[in-house]
């Protein structure tokens, strides 16, 4: 699920991921703005570094690293770079017996740093 997460992203390919992504975060992100956000990014070195089981709320913590480069203008705000090493916490539900990256708290707290 997270190769296709990232598949998804680097073939600019909207359909599919919003194919593994729940349904809330995929209602809250646009075509338009999703395309222009990843038009420029490649992700690649993903690494699981950790998974957490929350039981009660049936969901999961997926602690993640990666290596994204993208044009400047493309980057964060934070770290205008071309190249970003990052480490993201993406909280994963189960949606239709599937599991699905989900919009979370957690997710809105990356570590970033230059490559």
């Known amino acids: 699920?997270?190769?296709?997460?990232?598949?998804?992203?680097?073939?600019?390919?909207?359909?599919?991921?919003?194919?593994?992504?729940?349904?809330?975060?995929?209602?809250?992100?646009?075509e338009a703005a999703w395309v222009s956000a990843y038009?420029?990014?490649?992700?690649?070195?993903?690494?699981?570094q950790r998974?957490?089981?929350?039981?009660?709320?049936?969901?999961?913590?997926?602690?993640?690293?990666f290596v994204s480069t993208q044009e400047v203008s493309k980057a964060p705000v934070a770290l205008p770079e071309t190249c970003i090493r990052w480490r993201v916490v993406y909280v994963m539900v189960w949606e239709d017996g599937e599991l699905k990256v989900d919009e979370a708290p957690e997710n809105r707290n990356p570590q970033m740093s230059k490559c």
């Open 1 to 30: 699920m997270l190769q296709k997460y990232f598949d998804s992203i680097n073939d600019r390919d909207f359909s599919a991921w919003r194919g593994v992504v729940s349904a809330r975060r995929g209602s809250a992100t646009g």
């Open 51 to 65: 998974i957490e089981s929350d039981v009660v709320a049936r969901r999961l913590r997926v602690l993640i690293s």
């Open 39 to 48: 038009e420029t990014t490649r992700d690649g070195g993903v690494v699981v």
